[in-house]
Structure formats: C-alpha cells, structure tokens
C-alpha cells in the first residue's frame, strides 16, 4: 500500500513506540523515527534493541519544525498525527521542504466519523481536507478508504 522502495529513507512522524517503524524497517534502507516524547524513545529504543533492528534512528524533534535537511528524505510517513496538528499548513511546508524531489507523503488518519477508537470526531480530517491542504505542492498517487482510517499517499511536485 506505501510502495516502499528498498533504497528509500523514510521519517517516520510521531513514530511513537514504533508500531510502523519496526515493520517499514524491514523494507526501506532506513528509518529515522520522529517523536518529541523521551518516554516514546525509551520504549523504541529497547524494542529496537530487543529485536535486533539496526537501521531506525531515533531523532527527537517538532513535526511542524523537523530537525532535518532540506531534501534529505524520500518518504515521509504520518500515522494518526495529522489531526492532531495546529497547523497543517506548516507541516505540510515541513514534509515538502525535506523531502527529496519526487519524494513520497503518506498520511494515514482516522475517517471523521463516529469508529469507536482514535480522536473526537471534531478533531478529525477528511480526505478531502487533506487534499485541499497539500494542493499545489503535493499530487495523489493512491487513497484507500477503510471503516476507521484513510491512506492518503502522496507525490511531491517540483
């Protein structure tokens, strides 16, 4: 569903205890794991460790300020953060900014209704607010709607 490529180097935003890292390790050259919680790296770094994953670093950083070089990724990966953001426009800035050109955003979000798990159906996005948001700077490459989550994956325009 990402169409990882096995050379890429994926961030990881809010990457939290790894639920996504660990798995999309095995199919990129490298994860740098994104999350401004030390309490979050303490539990992925002894995952890491514990299961012998070499290639996710653990970077401690602001998603709407990400603590990386202009165009030194080629994915970005968000599960479940982009609700979750006071502004939307700056980390799609950010996303744009360090990625590679022709670099890939995956955003993976809650549908906004009523699932049963994930956020109050107030804080939630629409698919079609998300498109309207990267306009411009990003184009779709494929969604994918389920019951309780959306997949939104994304090609950044040069």
């Not at 990457?15 to 303490?42: C, Q, T, W």
């Not at 590679?100 to 607010?129: W, Y």
């Not at 969604?143 to 325009?157: G, S």
Request: some cysteine.
């Amino acid at each position: 569903m990402l169409q990882l490529s096995r050379s890429a180097m994926l961030l990881d935003i809010g990457a939290g205890i790894g639920y996504f890292s660990i798995p999309i390790s095995k199919e990129v050259k490298s994860v740098v794991a994104l999350d401004l919680e030390p309490k979050m790296f303490e539990i992925l770094s002894g995952r890491i460790e514990s299961l012998g994953v070499s290639n996710i670093h653990l970077l401690r950083g602001n998603m709407l300020s990400l603590p990386l070089a202009n165009g030194s990724v080629d994915h970005v990966f968000a599960a479940f953060v982009y609700h979750e953001v006071a502004s939307t426009s700056k980390l799609i800035h950010e996303c744009f900014r360090v990625l590679r050109l022709h670099g890939r955003l995956t955003i993976l979000d809650f549908q906004k209704k009523e699932t049963g798990i994930g956020p109050p159906v107030s804080e939630r996005k629409t698919p079609a607010q998300v498109l309207r948001a990267v306009g411009g700077k990003f184009r779709l490459l494929s969604r994918t709607d389920e019951d309780v989550y959306y997949v939104l994956n994304l090609a950044k325009l040069s």
